[in-house]
C-alpha cells in the first residue's frame, strides 16, 4: 500500500447526557438525545453560514471503539452472522470515524446545538458538512 499517515486534529468536542457507550442508543432515531458540539475558537469563521434548520453530517474520531475488532455480530446480536466491519455500520474499526446525520437546532457562538446526535459526551468532533441540496 502506498501513502503514510495521516494526521487528523480534532475542532470540537460533543457535550451529550450520553455518558456510558453500552447506554448509548446505535443509531439516531433510536432515542438519540439533542447535544452540543463545541468549536474550537480557533474555528468560529468555520462555523458562518451554519443556521438552525441545517441538516449537517458530524464526522467524529469514536475514541473508545477498539480498532483491532474487524468482524462483528451486526447490532451486537449473536443470532446474525459475523460480518466484516467494513459492511457495518460498528464503531468497533480500525480507523473509527463516526458518521452522524444531525439537524442544527441553533448556533450560538463557538457552539452548535444539534438534533439526534448519538456520541458521547467528551467524543472529538472532526469536522462538519452540510447535507447537500438543489439550492446549496
Known amino acids: 500500500m502506498t501513502g503514510g499517515a495521516v494526521e487528523i486534529s480534532p475542532v470540537g468536542r460533543v457535550e451529550s447526557s450520553l455518558v456510558d457507550r ?11 438525545p439533542e447535544a452540543w458540539l463545541v468549536i474550537d ?3 468560529l469563521a468555520a462555523l458562518d453560514g451554519l443556521t438552525a ?3 449537517v453530517v458530524v464526522l467524529t474520531w469514536l475514541d473508545r471503539a477498539d480498532r483491532d475488532t474487524l468482524v462483528v455480530h451486526p447490532r451486537g446480536d449473536l443470532t446474525r452472522p459475523p ?3 467494513f459492511a457495518t455500520r460498528s464503531p ?5 470515524i463516526g458518521l452522524h ?3 442544527v437546532l441553533a448556533v450560538v457562538g463557538p457552539r452548535v446545538h444539534v ?3 448519538e456520541a458521547i459526551d467528551g467524543t472529538p468532533v472532526l469536522d462538519l458538512k452540510p447535507v447537500l441540496t438543489a439550492d446549496r
Request: glycine share 10%.
Open 115 to 117: 438534533r439526534h446526535l
Open 101 to 103: 446525520d444531525v439537524e
Open 92 to 96: 468497533d474499526r480500525p480507523n473509527p
Open 53 to 55: 434548520g441545517d441538516q
Open 83 to 85: 460480518t466484516g466491519v
Open 22 to 32: 453500552s447506554a448509548a442508543p446505535r443509531q439516531p432515531d433510536e432515542g438519540a
Open 41 to 43: 475558537e480557533r474555528y
